[in-house]
Structures are given as C-alpha cells and as structure tokens.
C-alpha cells in the first residue's frame, strides 16, 4: 500500500510517508515505556511489558559493550535508536505498507547520517587531529602518504554504498523474491486445486506464511543485526586512540 501526501507542489513519496509514520509510531511507543517505567515498582519481579522492556534493552546494551568496549555507555542511545527504526521500518511490510528501507535514498540519508555521528563521535572521544591522524594518515611517513590518503579517504567514502546497498539490496531482493513466489503459488493453487490437487494447493497456503516470515521477518530483523554490528565496529575504531 503506498501513500502519497501532497503539500501545494511538494509531494512526499510513499518511502519518505511510511518513514515518518514508523518515527511517529516509535515516538508514541518510546512516550509508552517511559510511563510504564515511571510507574513499575522496582521491588516488584519485572513481568509482562516491563520485562520485555528489559530484556531488549538489556540485550542491546550488552551487544553495544561487547562491541565497543568501555566506552559504550555514551552510544548506546544511538544504537538502539537505529535498531528500534530498522527493525520496524523492515517490518511494516507485515502491515501492507511498503518498507521505507527499500527505497534507496532512505537507505543513503541513514548512513550518511550514522557515518556523520561515528565521525563526531571520533572528533569529540579524541580531538581532530588524532582522529584525522587516526583515520586517514595511520603510522605512514613519507612519500607513501600520497598514497594511502587517497585510499583511506575512498575507504570511508565506501562505507556509505557497502553499509546503504547491503540493506537497500536485501530488502528490495526479499520483497521481489516474496512478490514472484506469491505470484506463483497463487498460479499453482488455482490449476492443482481444480485438478483435484487439493494436497497441492494447501502445500501452496502454507508454503507462503512460511516465505513470508522469512523474508519479511528473519531477513528484516537481520538485516538490523548487520547495521548495527558495523555501526557499533566504526564507532570503536574510531573513537579508539591509535598507537
């Protein structure tokens, strides 16, 4: 299902639609937990909402520590911000919106972003200088500076198409795959069933579930797990001190 919403001549895609209502979505959600957390009794056993809310929270903590180390505490916010908008905006194709996710530029403007944030982050943990000796110069002297300048700066500039085209490539590929496998069982239900197939046609109607909460489910919520991985990886190099 696509939305389109029209404001005098400027008309907003139903990619940059589906996005803000998953923002919106998440900030009522947010507003939720934290008067669910206001009010729970922390002498009272966690249970129900309030201990989901625990148990991911706890989880994204700890992968942050254990992926970037002692200085976690200050990005965790981040991470769990863009895990919490990928994972919903990967799933609202469950719901029959399109996923923001599969619309390149949205995939393009979260990297730059996320890569903006990594490299502020760098900039603040250990001052310009040591991060631009860092990142871009290293241990190298000399003449091989010509050299590996340019290929450190191509090397951050590829981050945007590898971290962008993994997860723009993924879901558009899922969503193309689901739409020609559908289409298919659709075209096997039909003849087997009329043919007396009726075997054939309930294997096709619960051949698709199953499809479908693989590409929209598992690979959604992995394809969640990789960003955040390199993400949280590029913030520990770059907010490390360099020998």
């Not at 909402?49 to 180390?69: A, K, P, Q």
């Not at 590929?173 to 739409?179: D, E, F, N, P, Q």
Request: with cysteine; proline share 3%.
């Amino acid at each position: 299902m696509d939305i389109h919403l029209t404001f005098g001549d400027i008309v907003l895609e139903p990619a940059i639609v589906n996005s803000l209502l998953v923002i919106l979505g998440l900030m009522f959600f947010f507003i939720i937990c934290s008067v669910v957390i206001k009010k729970a009794n922390p002498t009272n056993p966690t249970t129900g909402f309030m201990g989901l809310l625990e148990f991911v929270y706890s989880s994204l903590h700890d992968f942050s520590y254990n992926s970037i180390g002692e200085k976690a505490g200050k990005f965790i916010p981040f991470v769990i911000t863009a895990a919490f908008y990928l994972a919903v905006a990967n799933l609202v194709g469950l719901l029959g919106l399109s996923a923001p996710t599969a619309n390149i530029n949205i995939t393009v403007a979260l990297t730059i972003t996320t890569l903006i944030y990594i490299m502020f982050s760098g900039i603040f943990s250990k001052g310009l200088g040591k991060y631009l000796k860092d990142t871009y110069i290293g241990n190298v002297r000399g003449f091989m500076l010509v050299l590996f300048i340019p290929i450190n700066i191509f090397g951050e500039l590829s981050k945007i198409i590898s971290l962008s085209f993994r997860l723009f490539g993924n879901i558009v590929s899922g969503a193309l795959l689901l739409g020609l496998l559908t289409g298919l069982l659709g075209w096997l239900f039909t003849v087997l069933v009329p043919l007396g197939g009726i075997a054939g046609g309930a294997f096709s109607v619960t051949l698709l579930p199953a499809l479908n909460a693989y590409f929209d489910i598992f690979a959604g919520l992995m394809q969640t797990f990789i960003f955040c991985t390199l993400t949280t990886m590029w913030i520990k190099t770059a907010v490390e001190v360099g020998e």
